[in-house]
Each structure stands twice: as C-alpha cells, then as structure tokens.
C-alpha cells in the first residue's frame, strides 16, 4: 500500500513536467525515412555475409555438441565401473591404492639407470598386464552388480602392484649395495 502511495505522489510532483506535446506534422514519415536509410546501407553488406556462413556455423556447432555429449557420456561409464562407484570406503581405498602406486613409480623412475633399464623395463610390461586385468575386473565388476569377490580380487590386484614394486626397488637397492662393496674391495686391493 505504500508504495502505491510513493508512486502516486511522484506522478503528482511531476506533472506538467511531462513533454504532452505532439509533434509538426509529417514527422512520423521523416522519421521512418531516415531509418530505412539506415538500416539500407548498414543491413544490406553485413546481411549477405552473415546469411553465406549461417549454415556451415549451425553445421559445425552441432558436431561439435554431439561430440562433447558423447565425451562426457563416455567419461560417466568409465568413472562407473570402479570400486569409487561402490562406496566412499572404497572409493578412499582406491585413492589410497593409485597414490602408492604412484609414489612408488615416481621412486622407480628416480632410480633409473642404464643399469636398471631392463629391470624397469620388465616392471612395466608386469604392471602393463596388471592393469589389464584390472580393466577386465571393472568390467566383470558392473557385470555381476558390485559382487564381492569382484572388490576383491580388485584390491588384490591393487596390492599386487604395490608389491611388485617394492620388491624390484629393493631389488635395485641390493644391486647398488653389491656394485658398491666391490668397487670399495677392488680399490683397496
């Protein structure tokens, strides 16, 4: 209500300040004159460009949204079919699990050497097979509707890689240890 009454008594301030007047005559068709001059000059080059390109950028737009639909549709299936898709206990293990794994590939890579080569070279192909194996476990893992065995073997799988590179760093430790006792051995001889 009152805000009826502000409005009301603003109309009746500014009355008579309004311009009630109405034009000379003839100006409405001046006025729609110099528009259609304007919009001559001005519509008629930009026009025919814009009208040229129209159907290859409406072409090009709806390729580029089918392809980002189905990106996004295939990054959905894929983030579904791990033990992070099951519950957050399992979505820490697995962070847990691709952490280690990744520290322990960053120690692996900071010992390599020319000497080390094919030790690492072996662990690669080993964690290659690994890894699909574990691809064939999501699989099997939406297949059988998050069966435990699955989550399992899954995790098994996980501590196999980590196992496997802890022992060829240690591997690659003792090699070092012996390399350095018999140089130590053969200087002192």
């Known amino acids: ?33 110099k528009l259609k001059q304007q919009n001559n000059t001005v519509v008629s080059s930009a026009h025919k460009k814009a009208n040229y390109w129209k159907p290859f950028l409406a072409f090009a737009a709806s390729i580029v949204l089918c392809f980002s639909v189905f990106t996004v549709m295939q990054q959905q299936d894929n983030e579904l079919n791990d033990l992070a898709s099951i519950s957050p206990e399992l979505s820490q293990t697995q962070s847990f699990f691709t952490t280690a794994i990744a520290q322990e590939l960053a120690t692996l890579e900071a010992q390599r050497s020319p000497e080390t080569e094919a030790i690492i070279y072996d662990v690669e192909r080993k ?12 699989v099997d893992l939406t ?27 240690e591997h690659i430790e003792d090699t070092k240890k012996i390399k350095q006792n018999q140089n130590e051995n053969n200087t002192t001889i």
């Open 1 to 33: 209500m009152k805000e009826k009454d502000n409005i009301r008594k603003l109309f009746k301030d500014l009355k008579g300040t309004f311009d009630a007047d109405m034009p000379n005559m003839g100006h409405e068709n001046r006025f729609l004159e």
């Open 127 to 138: 964690l290659k097979v690994l890894e699909e194996d574990y691809k064939t476990l999501k």
């Open 143 to 169: 297949e059988s509707g998050n069966d435990k065995r699955v989550v399992y073997a899954m995790i098994a799988n996980f501590q196999n890689r980590i196992d496997l590179l802890q022992t060829v760093l």
